[in-house]
């Protein structure tokens, strides 16, 4: 949580000035209630990555667009919504930051195999064991969404102290107009007996400030 803390601070402290810009930019993306029934909690890895099943920090924010402002060739083929989504998520400016910082920090031999580069990144199609810039995995696809585990490197791969799952998911409503697009988290402490959720009040707002900033800026590798 760490990074994501420092991170999450530099992106919104950053802003300065702009900063009504950007809850301006961010106001349709929406936070929701995210039931404790949510497929997300009954993920096996949740269950055997949290054997002492220590309280999570957890949220669901949500964005809906119309479906005439998105690629036609996106919603030809079931999961290219969801793919576009996902890379847009990881090759986009509200990751840039954090990619380069990985970058610099992890980027070597060792972990040649994952994806680096805005381009890698961008074009990418997420199929289960891919590895992004040392620090999440995809573990689950479908059509409708993309699910990665977060929270250390991927070459740690028994119990963390910290751990997570972050899920990307589309769903188009055709009787609506409109596709919806959402962002999960699920933060957890998987060794030891926890005292309470993993994120306090203060960063848990940062780390919702930044979940906006994801999912404004991954739609537009969706856009006509």
């Not at 949220?59 to 690629?71: A, F, G, H, Y």
């Not at 400016?93 to 972990?111: D, H, I, M, N, V």
Request: proline share 7%; hydrophobic share 35%.
């Amino acid at each position: 949580m760490g990074l994501l803390g420092r991170v999450t601070k530099i992106t919104t402290i950053g802003a300065g000035a702009t900063v009504g810009l950007f809850f301006a930019a961010v106001r349709h993306n929406e936070f929701v209630p995210m039931p404790t029934t949510d497929p997300l909690f009954q993920n096996p890895l949740y269950q055997k990555l949290n054997p002492s099943n220590n309280p999570p920090s957890y949220d669901l924010c949500v964005r809906r667009v119309p479906l005439k402002d998105i690629k036609p060739a996106l919603l030809e083929k079931p999961g290219r919504l969801t793919e576009a989504f996902c890379a847009g998520v990881w090759s986009g400016f509200g990751y840039a930051y954090q990619r380069r910082y990985l970058s610099k920090k992890y980027e070597g031999p060792e972990t040649s195999s994952h994806l680096w580069t805005r381009a890698d990144l961008r074009t990418a199609t997420y199929d289960v064991g891919t590895l992004i810039t040392d620090h999440f995995e995809v573990v689950e696809k479908t059509p409708e969404r993309i699910v990665v585990r977060c929270g250390d490197s991927p070459r740690k791969s028994d119990v963390r102290e910290s751990d997570g799952l972050f899920e990307m998911s589309t769903e188009v409503k055709p009787e609506q107009g409109v596709a919806e697009f959402r962002l999960k988290s699920l933060f957890f402490q998987g060794k030891g007996k926890a005292e309470g959720e993993p994120m306090p009040s203060h960063v848990l707002w940062l780390h919702k400030q930044y979940t906006k900033l994801w999912l404004e800026t991954a739609l537009g590798n969706v856009w006509r």
